[in-house]
């Protein structure tokens, strides 16, 4: 007795393969087949290009909070003083830090003094947000401190301050420039508390990349801004980084501890949070339009299949009284079918490797045609970020354009499978 051949034989694979190159005008693949084929190429294509440049945003995004944010600022509940009010200050800042920087996972405690002021300098005004940080800590926050994007000389910092390029652009300052602080909250005398208004002489510009903390930030030295802001040997809040910011949350019970019962942390989760899941939202929704883009290109091999199908009738029929069976020519156009959407796919995988690995080549041919409508734009704040391949996306894409191909195909090889051989020869 003879035995069934399994499936996929390899007489099925050789049927399907005369089909996929034979020509049109001997009843081959069709026009319609060639278009589903150029289009899951190009839907796979922006698939996975889309991905990878929302991912870079998503990284760049994230880099930059990191980069020049505390991952976790450390507050005090505050306490209420004889005169009524609270006084949220760390006087024990220094033993604090230390406790702090004990804690595993922990790699940089920095004691801050914060206050807002007004900054001038000619007939120019700006609000700023002033940092007093000690210039070791500030050396070691890499989107401040990069010397391929400042301006100045940070060894410096003790002698002025340091402010964000934004900043310098709106009060048109320059090295060496003396710009004014002016605080509502200055000396206190028997009349009340008088503004305080203090000079210092601009040593360093940043540059983060960020448009908010460039138009807005400014550093001084940690003593000057205790003596501007009435902080005399107490800091307002530390900021701590630690060596994975995506795990913070774990470290935040060791560190409150750390800190003491009067402790309040504030995470680079919590502050930004609401940017995030506004970020995985448009990642979602991206996705599924794009998904809906691969389902239209893989239809098309309906198309090409049923006019496949209706060409090779005459085959199909010669093949059932060869004594196929309906699954065997099921499989034989399923073949057929699932080698476009594969070939597809993996043109497209390529296509957006490409593209990805060389987005930066291409922005600077979009900027040649633009005439460096780049530069401007992100003067003004606006990013473009680099293309991140993340293995979860790339083979997201891949499985959806797979899959989808694969069923779509099921539905013409069933009834190329069905087709009744007396039918289909009749009219030979």
Known sequence: MASTPKPFAPFEWMIAWRYLRARRAEGGVSVMTWISLIGITLAVFALIATLAVRAGFRAEFVGT????????????????????????????????????????????VAPLVRGQVMASLRQDNSGLDVYGIAASDLASLPKVVNPETGRGDIARFDQGIAIGSGVARALNAGIGDRIKLISPNGVRTAFGTS??????????????????????????????????????????????????????ATLVPAIVTAAGDRALPWTWQERAGGFMRAISMQDNALFILLAILVLIATMNIISGLIMLVKNKGRDIGVLRTMGLTEGQVLRIFFIVGASIGTMGTLFGLLL???????????????????????????????IFPTAKLELGDVVAAVA????????ITIFPARKAARMNPVEALRYE
């Open 65 to 108: 909070i990191l980069g020049a944010n505390a991952h976790v600022t450390i507050y005090n509940a505050g306490e209420v003083t004889q005169t009524g009010q609270i006084d949220r200050n760390i006087a024990n800042y220094s033993d604090m830090a230390a406790r702090i920087g004990a804690v595993a996972g922990v790699t940089r």
């Open 400 to 407: 959806l354009s797979l899959g989808l191909s694969f069923i």
């Open 352 to 382: 957006g490797v490409l593209f990805s690995v060389n987005i930066e080549g291409i922005y600077q041919l979009v900027d040649l045609f633009m005439g460096q409508a780049r530069t401007s734009l992100e003067q003004q704040g606006f």
């Open 195 to 248: 503004p305080r208004i203090n000079a210092y002489e601009v040593v360093y510009i940043f540059n983060s990349g960020s448009f908010d903390i460039d138009g807005s930030r400014a550093y001084l030295p940690l003593a000057d801004a205790q003596e501007f802001f009435n902080k005399e040997g107490v800091a307002t809040e530390l900021e701590v980084m630690v060596q994975a910011p995506e795990d913070i």
